[in-house]
């Protein structure tokens, strides 16, 4: 699977993003998906993940109440929707895909195969 994310861009602390992963090929409903953010001199860290049905969201704390994951299995699409964004979330932000079977943390980089190229998310203080 082939993963394209888009969205990123400038925005005032405070502001609102919604970032969006499309995907290659007709099986995407058989991947977990998550997003992922990497800052400048810091570790890849989630910033949430959904099972393949879209039933079931993981965030950390972090972002807890503030990011929104969401998928469209018809559109071969998953979305990030942020609110309430600091300085500290800025980041490189990743969409990664992973088509293990059984359970799959969906929180970790390692249980992920395939990955976007990321898009640049700056917030302004």
């Known amino acids: 699977v082939q993963l394209q994310a888009s969205g990123g861009g400038l925005v005032q602390a405070e502001g609102s993003l919604r970032l969006s992963c499309t995907a290659s090929?007709?099986?995407?409903?058989?991947?977990?998906m998550a997003w992922f953010r990497q800052a400048p001199g810091k570790e890849r860290e989630s910033v949430g993940g959904?099972?393949?049905?879209?039933?079931?969201?993981y965030y950390p704390d972090s972002v807890k109440g503030r990011f929104t994951i969401s998928r469209d299995n018809f559109k071969n699409t998953v979305y990030l929707s942020m609110s309430s964004l600091k300085p500290e979330d800025t980041a490189d932000y990743y969409c990664?895909?992973?088509?293990?079977?059984?359970?799959?943390?969906?929180?970790?980089?390692?249980?992920?195969?395939?990955w976007g190229q990321g898009t640049q998310v700056t917030v302004s203080s």
């Open positions: 990664a895909a992973t088509a293990r079977s059984g359970w799959v943390d969906l929180t970790k980089t390692d249980s992920f195969d395939y």
């Open positions: 090929g007709r099986t995407f409903s058989t991947y977990g």
């Open positions: 959904i099972n393949r049905s879209g039933t079931m969201t």
